[in-house]
């Protein structure tokens, strides 16, 4: 028999930490809310016993979408389908508007309501569990439930299925015998039973940094585990006790929330440390989350039953950095963001001292992003004095949101001037630095010991600027040479050397 390999390390992470509220109850037309989902278009559905109701302002305002005969299970796909297991199989392609009844793999009347009888991957495949006494088998469609394949799974009761590519891990529970997971690497064609999980585990989440955590709704062996290796091992994270754990969601950045017997936690830190999230949720155990690409968060709870959601969004646009560099007569501004949430885009704005603000450029955002981004920006043609520099971040529905000011004094070209080449003595390159004041015709010649011109480097009308060219001195023999700058009336000449 196999042995189950968990590995315990207590360091006793969690915290309280957040003041100012973050829920607000939300009041849809009925009550008791058994699940909540996000769709791929941002929408809210929630399904309590007598209804299937849709919210697309965040919960502010619900409308029916589909009258229920009894309890049912629905899912959401990336691809933008919704369906619902109400006796029939039914899917949406327009956010619940119309419906289309589905086959179902054996008679309507086996549908399993819960936990999660069914699931959909990031490519669209469905996952149905059916009653099949004295067994339940898992089926798949990967035509968006035209045609059904049993996957070969004497199920038991499917309590939850996640995905990460083409990897699928399913688990299961069989009364008075315990948990099994099995695992799929060619997107649910064939199965093997993986090493024993934690006992009384009841929701999965596998995370953007390839972490999978596991909650139990029982803590008598550990309420909160993670696995680093796809679900081979598991490790249980100590010193915390939510009386459960029904849910675990990821929002865009990575953060990890948890549904618990005592409300929500948060971790920003992959797991590193915890914190309750629940300022404003005044009802407990939190049974579902959901989160949508805006970053809102939803809720339902028990005791009573009622459904919350989160005040603000939980994605800004965060800028990480924001510099400006002086390059003669210009000013290269350049900023980086971590995240972006329906970001139109960024005014840069520039001041004098004892002068008003002003837009000199717009930079084109990224929208809704968690990924780093870069952005840059050149003031040209600036002429001496202190100058500020701010971004205003535009969002898509006209708000904004200032950056901090940075300062730079800028000292620009007044007079020509020719640098000493680099390196020197070279073999066989070397660079020569110039400056130009003003627009003139530049010409930079080489010239040997006796006076013959060698080569012509540069010969050509530049405008005002720093300027740099590059000698190949491959074809000339050591000795000393001389390089000329000659601008209008102005002339230098230095010496440089090559040995070979």
């Given at each position: 028999?196999k042995k189950?390999?968990?590995?315990?390390?207590?360091?006793?992470?969690?915290?309280?930490?957040?003041?100012?509220?973050?829920?607000?109850e939300?009041?849809?037309?009925?009550?008791?809310?058994f699940s909540?989902a996000?769709?791929?278009?941002?929408?809210?559905?929630?399904?309590?016993?007598?209804?299937l109701?849709?919210?697309?302002?965040?919960?502010?305002?619900?409308?029916?979408?589909?009258?229920?005969?009894?309890?049912?299970?629905?899912s959401?796909?990336?691809?933008?389908?919704?369906y619902?297991?109400?006796?029939?199989?039914?899917?949406?392609t327009?956010?619940?508007?119309?419906?289309?009844?589905?086959?179902?793999?054996?008679?309507?009347?086996?549908?399993?309501?819960?936990?999660?009888?069914?699931?959909?991957?990031?490519?669209?495949?469905?996952?149905?569990?059916?009653?099949?006494?004295?067994?339940?088998?898992?089926?798949?469609?990967?035509?968006?439930?035209?045609?059904?394949?049993?996957v070969?799974?004497?199920?038991?009761?499917?309590?939850?299925?996640?995905?990460?590519?083409?990897?699928?891990?399913?688990?299961?529970?069989?009364?008075?015998?315990?948990?099994?997971?099995?695992?799929?690497?060619?997107?649910?064609?064939?199965?093997?039973?993986?090493?024993?999980?934690?006992?009384?585990?009841?929701s999965?989440?596998?995370?953007?940094?390839?972490?999978?955590?596991?909650?139990?709704?029982q803590?008598?062996?550990?309420?909160?585990?993670?696995?680093?290796d796809?679900?081979?091992?598991?490790?249980?994270?100590c010193?915390?006790?939510?009386?459960?754990?029904?849910?675990?969601?990821?929002?865009?950045?990575?953060?990890?929330?948890?549904?618990?017997?005592?409300?929500?936690?948060?971790?920003?830190?992959?797991?590193?440390?915890?914190?309750?999230?629940?300022?404003?949720?005044f009802?407990?155990?939190?049974?579902?989350?959901?989160?949508?690409?805006?970053?809102?968060?939803?809720?339902?709870?028990?005791?009573?039953?009622?459904?919350?959601?989160?005040?603000?969004?939980?994605?800004?646009?965060?800028?990480l950095s924001?510099?400006?560099?002086?390059n003669?007569?210009?000013?290269?501004?350049?900023?980086?963001?971590?995240?972006?949430?329906?970001?139109?885009?960024?005014?840069?704005?520039?001041?004098?001292?004892?002068?008003?603000?002003?837009?000199?450029?717009?930079?084109?955002?990224?929208?809704?992003?968690?990924?780093?981004?870069?952005?840059?920006?050149?003031?040209?043609?600036?002429?001496?004095?202190?100058?500020?520099?701010?971004?205003?971040?535009?969002?898509?529905?006209?708000?904004?949101?200032?950056?901090?000011?940075?300062?730079?004094?800028?000292?620009?070209?007044?007079?020509?001037?020719?640098?000493?080449?680099y390196?020197?003595?070279?073999?066989?390159?070397?660079?020569?630095?110039?400056?130009?004041?003003?627009?003139?015709?530049?010409?930079?010649?080489?010239?040997?010991?006796?006076?013959?011109?060698?080569?012509?480097?540069?010969?050509?009308?530049?405008?005002a600027?720093?300027?740099?060219?590059?000698?190949?001195?491959?074809g000339?023999?050591?000795?000393?040479?001389?390089?000329?700058?000659?601008?209008?009336?102005?002339?230098?000449?230095?010496?440089?050397?090559?040995?070979?």
């Amino acid at each position: 028999m196999k042995k189950m390999l968990i590995l315990f390390f207590c360091v006793f992470p969690f915290s309280n930490s957040i003041a100012q509220n973050i829920w607000q109850e939300l009041l849809p037309p009925v009550v008791n809310p058994f699940s909540i989902a996000v769709s791929s278009a941002g929408n809210q559905f929630v399904e309590f016993e007598t209804n299937l109701i849709r919210s697309t302002d965040n919960g502010q305002s619900w409308e029916l979408v589909f009258p229920l005969a009894n309890r049912c299970a629905f899912s959401t796909s990336p691809t933008g389908v919704l369906y619902l297991i109400d006796v029939p199989l039914r899917k949406s392609t327009d956010e619940g508007n119309t419906w289309t009844t589905l086959s179902m793999p054996i008679p309507a009347s086996y549908c399993v309501f819960e936990p999660n009888p069914i699931v959909t991957n990031n490519n669209g495949d469905v996952f149905i569990q059916m009653e099949n006494y004295p067994s339940r088998d898992l089926y798949r469609s990967t035509d968006e439930g035209q045609t059904w394949i049993e996957v070969g799974i004497d199920s038991c009761k499917m309590i939850d299925m996640i995905f990460k590519e083409n990897i699928c891990l399913a688990l299961f529970v069989k009364p008075n015998v315990g948990m099994y997971l099995y695992k799929s690497t060619d997107n649910g064609n064939s199965w093997e039973m993986m090493p024993p999980v934690p006992s009384d585990l009841y929701s999965l989440l596998w995370a953007k940094n390839g972490t999978i955590y596991g909650g139990a709704y029982q803590c008598g062996s550990g309420c909160l585990f993670v696995s680093s290796d796809s679900g081979m091992t598991w490790q249980e994270i100590c010193g915390f006790n939510p009386d459960g754990i029904f849910d675990i969601v990821e929002n865009q950045l990575g953060h990890i929330f948890l549904a618990t017997g005592y409300g929500v936690y948060r971790s920003t830190d992959d797991g590193d440390s915890w914190n309750h999230y629940n300022a404003g949720l005044f009802h407990i155990p939190t049974h579902k989350l959901a989160v949508d690409s805006l970053g809102y968060m939803f809720a339902t709870t028990g005791v009573p039953e009622m459904f919350y959601g989160t005040i603000n969004i939980t994605i800004p646009v965060e800028i990480l950095s924001f510099s400006a560099k002086q390059n003669d007569n210009r000013v290269h501004l350049n900023w980086e963001t971590a995240t972006e949430l329906n970001n139109l885009g960024f005014e840069i704005e520039r001041r004098m001292d004892n002068s008003e603000w002003r837009i000199i450029g717009f930079k084109e955002g990224k929208g809704t992003t968690t990924d780093r981004q870069y952005y840059s920006f050149v003031d040209e043609n600036i002429s001496n004095g202190k100058y500020h520099y701010r971004l205003k971040q535009l969002d898509y529905d006209g708000t904004f949101e200032y950056s901090n000011t940075i300062e730079l004094e800028i000292l620009n070209i007044n007079n020509f001037s020719l640098e000493q080449n680099y390196p020197n003595p070279f073999n066989p390159l070397t660079t020569i630095k110039y400056k130009i004041p003003e627009n003139s015709f530049v010409t930079i010649k080489v010239y040997d010991v006796l006076g013959n011109e060698v080569t012509t480097l540069v010969n050509v009308e530049k405008s005002a600027d720093s300027y740099e060219v590059e000698i190949d001195g491959t074809g000339f023999p050591s000795g000393i040479y001389f390089y000329k700058l000659q601008a209008g009336s102005f002339v230098e000449t230095k010496k440089m050397v090559i040995i070979k």
